[in-house]
Structure formats: C-alpha cells, structure tokens
T-cell receptor, first 117, second 112 residues
Framework: NAGVTQTPKFRILKIGQSMTLQCTQDMNHNYMYWYRQDPGMGLKLIYY???????DKGEVPNGYNVSRSTTEDFPLRLELAAPSQTSVYFC????????????????FGPGTRLLVL | KQEVTQIPAALSVPEGENLVLNCSFTDSAIYNLQWFRQDPGKGLTSLLL?????REQTSGRLNASLDKSSGRSTLYIAASQPGDSATYLC???????????FGKGTKLTVNP
C-alpha cells in the first residue's frame, strides 16, 4: 500500500490564483482530513469527511472548499489565494472513529508546501 | 472546547537517557489520545494511540500513558538514541466530535 499520497509537493501561487491540492489513500479508509501547519502553531483542521459525499468544516475552513466523490480521493480547493494561506498542508485518513486502536489511528501524507506571493 | 498543551517546547538530552514528554488536555471526556512523531520537512507518523478505556500502550522503547482524571498523558522514551530526534506531537479528540485537536509539539534533540 502506498498509504496517503499528496500532490504537488511544493507550489508557489500568486495572490488571487486558485489551485487544487490532491489527496489519495489506498487503505479503504472512510475518514479523511485536511490540516494546515504553520510554524509554532501546531496543526489546525480545515475540513474533514466521514465518507463519500459527506464533508464538514473544521476549525479554519474559510478560503477553502472540499469534495469527496470517492472513498479514495479528497481534494482541497483554494479559491483566490491569499498570503495568509501560505502553509504546509497535510492530508490524513483513518478507517473509523470507533473501533480498535488500529482503526482509529490517523495516517498522514507527506504534505504540500504552499507559498502565496 | 478541547485544548492540548505540550511543555516544554524543546528538550535536549544526552544519548542513553530515559525521558518523559508531557501532554495536558482540558476536556476529560477525551475519546482517545494519539502520539505522533514528525521529522523535519516530513509528515506525521503515528507512534501510539491510547483509547479512553485504556491507561497505557507500549511499542518497543516507547510507553504512553493516559490519565483522564488529571488531564495528562506522558510519552516515555527509554534509552534515547540520536535517531529519536524529532518533534513529538500529541492529539486528542474533542469530546463528542470526530475532530482531532493537536498540541504544538515538543522538539526533542538527542545528542551523541
């Protein structure tokens, strides 16, 4: 299994541009998450999904959109990029919220580093 | 609202030392608590997950404990090695929610 994969690894955007960060998992996990990590600030949840067709907001959803049309994919869309969206973005997945420790464990992708100038 | 705190923010120890990393949380209704490791420029790697019905979990040289009544979790690393140098993050679920709340991490340096 490749686990959780993210593309691209690094991207520079100009203010006002849009882009989609891709996330794919091959572990048949139901739950998927998007986080952003800023230096010294820990990880903040942007959006999450508990299954195909179901998404919900996290702590910092403004300026982002998501969709979940398949179990495997959970893309994050940035509309009208702003310097405040400069960050490292991580996608994660888990099998479920209830169950064994293995099923509840979140697995992370390698991250996408985004710079908005 | 669940808040997770990790103190200290950074820790430097000599190789071979046993050490404890601390994590505190405000909501005792925490569902489970996870410890992660993050190497520079990399994603997070899950180390241990302690479910709310458990008090501790062990994996190799790592032992994590959970005390819901005091709002604390600890990660014990035995016989530390330079390869253990990384940032360690703890995270707990906000009560009644599928949202994981992270601490800011402790940056560990193990000196040869």
């Amino acid at each position: 299994n490749a686990g959780v994969t993210q593309t691209p690894k690094f991207r520079i955007l100009k203010i006002g541009q849009s882009m989609t960060l891709q996330c794919t998992q091959d572990m048949n996990h139901n739950y998927m998450y998007w986080y952003r990590q800023d230096p010294g600030m820990g990880l903040k949840l942007i959006y999450y999904s508990v299954g195909a067709g179901i998404t919900d907001k996290g702590e910092v959803p403004n300026g982002y959109n998501v969709s979940r049309s398949t179990t495997e994919d959970f893309p994050l869309r940035l509309e009208l990029a702003a310097p405040s969206q400069t960050s490292v973005y991580f996608c994660a997945s888990s099998y479920s919220f209830f169950g064994t420790a293995e099923k509840e464990t979140q697995y992370f992708g390698p991250g996408t580093r985004l710079l908005v100038l | 609202k669940q808040e997770v705190t990790q103190i200290p923010a950074a820790l430097s120890v000599p190789e071979g030392e046993n050490l404890v990393l601390n994590c505190s949380f405000t909501d005792s209704a925490i569902y489970n608590l996870q410890w992660f490791r993050q190497d520079p420029g990399k994603g997070l790697t899950s180390l241990l997950l302690i479910q709310s019905s458990q008090r501790e979990q062990t994996s190799g040289r790592l032992n994590a404990s959970l005390d819901k009544s005091s709002g604390r979790s600890t990660l014990y690393i035995a016989a530390s090695q330079p390869g253990d140098s990384a940032t360690y993050l703890c995270a707990g679920y906000q009560g009644g929610s599928e949202k994981l709340v992270f601490g800011k991490g402790t940056k560990l340096t193990v000196n040869p």
